[in-house]
């Protein structure tokens, strides 16, 4: 027997099996959209990412990490090191040493004393004459200047430096090694002055002149 299939022909009627073939149909087809959309997202995002990656791609050099740390130093070299501040001398009169000089003299007869040729006297003169010289320059410091110790501890006691300590009042001395804090023994408590009084200068007066000459009529 030979049967012949018209393909032309068109269903009249649905039954149940038309109808779970309709629904299969929608289904696959509404699954194939959302693949398709997802699709198209995906490649939306990689686009958006591509430029930046590209830009990182010319920022950050292709070069190994030690080649860059020798660019850097080398533009460190090329760059100028800041000129230092000058260093401002003050500069002093010399009239309040001249002044103090002339003080030592007429107290202690300082410069009579240290002028002086002592190798033809015997020790026990010379000691003499020294005690009268320290007992006038001990009164002319004493009216003059209020002296205070720069340390009050008892010299021999064994002290710390903290780091910032000031190098001009604490002279370190001995092996010096690293740096603050200090440990070591005080070997002088050191003098500073708090108060100076001197006299004043009348206008005129020469301050060269340490003790005038003597002439006895």
């Known amino acids: 027997m030979n049967y012949t299939i018209d393909l032309t022909i068109r269903p009249t009627t649905f039954d149940l099996w038309h109808v779970c073939l309709a629904g299969t149909v929608v289904l696959l087809s509404f699954i194939l959209i959302i693949v398709l959309l997802s699709v198209v997202i995906g490649l939306a995002r990689r686009n958006k990412k591509q430029p930046d990656s590209a ?86 410091i004493n009216e003059h200047f209020t002296l205070a110790p720069i340390r009050n501890e008892q010299e021999g006691t064994i002290i710390t430096l903290a780091p910032g300590f000031d190098a001009g009042s604490i002279r370190l001395t001995g092996n010096i090694v690293g740096q603050a804090p200090f440990s070591g023994s005080l070997i002088h408590k050191g003098w500073q002055v708090t108060h100076v009084q001197l006299p004043k200068l009348t206008q005129g007066y020469n301050a060269k002149i340490i003790a005038a000459a003597e002439v006895e009529l």
């Open 55 to 140: 830009i990182a791609a010319t920022i950050i050099p292709q070069e190994p990490v030690i080649k860059i740390v020798e660019k850097i130093v080398e533009v460190e070299k090329l760059v100028a090191a800041p000129t230092p501040e000058p260093i401002i001398l003050k500069e002093s009169t010399p009239d309040a040493a001249l002044q103090l000089l002339s003080l030592l003299q007429n107290e202690a007869r300082f410069l009579d004393f240290i002028k002086e040729d002592i190798t033809q006297y015997s020790d026990a003169d010379v000691g003499i004459a020294a005690r009268v010289v320290h007992e006038g320059c001990n009164k002319a």
